[in-house]
């Protein structure tokens, strides 16, 4: 399994991007699907999350600007991110999590102009 994220790119401050995720397989497979985002010299940060079931979760840096969501029919989660800052520059990478195993993507890079 191989998640293949795209979407990123450069984008002023307040802008939008929105990132996908396509997976190779039934995401209903998978209990939870992440998003997480690493910046330069930083720690991989969870940004949002959804369950299996539907049920969604954010960091609080991102509440009220992203949405996660699914199309179960194509195999893709997406993260729409409105409002953007240049601190959500960073790398962003799809995580899958099912049967105690875990599958992280390649990366797609957003950058956000000041």
């Known amino acids: 399994v191989q998640p293949v994220e795209s979407g990123g790119g450069l984008v002023q401050a307040g802008g939008s991007l929105r990132l996908s995720c396509v997976v190779s397989g039934n995401i209903l497979s998978f209990a939870v699907m992440n998003w997480y985002h690493q910046a330069p010299g930083k720690e991989r940060e969870l940004v949002a999350g959804?369950?299996?079931?539907?049920?969604?979760n954010y960091a609080n840096s991102v509440k009220g600007r992203f949405t996660i969501s699914r199309d179960i029919a194509k195999n893709t989660v997406y993260l729409q991110m409105n409002s953007l800052k240049p601190e959500d520059t960073a790398v962003y990478y799809c995580n899958l999590l099912g049967a105690g195993l875990a599958y992280w993507g390649q990366g797609t890079q957003v950058t956000v102009s000041s």
């Open positions: 959804i369950t299996r079931g539907g049920i969604t």
